[in-house]
């Protein structure tokens, strides 16, 4: 099971910004680093943020990532329709000695 | 450029045994980890564990130990990931994907390998 919490969905109209959350604790976000991962339904997952704020290269600047504490977001301005995605957050943990995942959070630009 | 290319969809029956692979390029497989990572509707991604090339250290999720064995081929550039006795609940899409350093970040991924128990 999921050891990171996120909202299961979001939305936003084009145009709009949107900020998802990412939830853990002292184990994990709390102590490592934060990434997240863009998924189309069908295809792999793709490295949006890594290192809590880098972004690789190829990334549109309208990706940004934070963390605070336990917690992590990921913000999306300038809302487009090819944003529409599963949105994932990762981070290692230091209990499972391996990296732990939220459940996603299904964007629907509408 | 880095690619991950993996082995094509499996249909296989309970008890069967079954390996996936998942073959790279473009950088250096045996300086690298190799993660497996599956995704179901119902648990989202969940880490399976790794495998380091050069010396075949090999750690595994405590949800996973026990259930598969990774493994890799170094003069091909390719990683495995083997089950000896399927189970409905095997039922999946599964991935391999890079990690940076021995906690980082999953940088490339493969395509994917969807695995269907079924009898």
């Known amino acids: 099971q999921s050891m990171l919490t996120q909202p299961p969905s979001a939305s936003g109209t084009p145009g709009q910004s949107v900020t998802l959350s990412c939830s853990g604790g002292t184990s994990n976000i709390g102590s490592n680093s934060v990434s997240w991962f863009q998924q189309v339904p069908g295809t792999a997952p793709k490295l949006l943020i890594y290192r809590n704020n880098q972004r690789p290269s190829g990334v549109p600047d309208r990706f940004s990532g934070s963390k605070s504490g336990t917690s992590a977001s990921l913000a999306i301005s300038g809302l487009q329709s090819e944003d529409e995605a599963d949105y994932h957050c990762?981070?290692?943990?230091?209990?499972?000695?391996?990296?732990?995942f939220g459940g996603g959070t299904k964007l629907t630009v509408l | 450029e880095v690619q991950l290319v993996q082995s094509g969809a499996e249909a296989k029956k309970p008890g069967e045994s079954l390996t996936i692979s998942c073959n790279s390029s473009?950088?250096?497989?045996?300086?690298?980890?190799i993660a497996w990572v599956r995704q179901t509707p119902g648990k989202g991604l969940e880490w399976m564990g790794m495998?380091?090339?050069?010396?075949?250290?090999?750690r595994y999720s405590p949800s996973f130990q026990g259930q598969v064995t990774i493994s890799a081929d170094m003069s091909i550039n390719t990683a495995y990931l083997q089950w000896s006795s399927l189970k409905a609940s095997d039922t999946a899409m599964y991935f391999c994907?890079?990690?940076?350093?021995?906690?980082?970040?999953?940088?490339?991924w493969g395509q994917g390998t969807l695995v269907t128990v079924s009898s």
């Open positions: 990762a981070a290692w943990d230091g209990s499972l000695s391996g990296p732990v």
């Open positions: 495998i380091f090339p050069d010396d075949s250290d090999t």
């Open positions: 994907a890079r990690l940076i350093g021995s906690s980082g970040w999953f940088d490339y």
């Open positions: 473009g950088h250096s497989f045996k300086s690298n980890w």
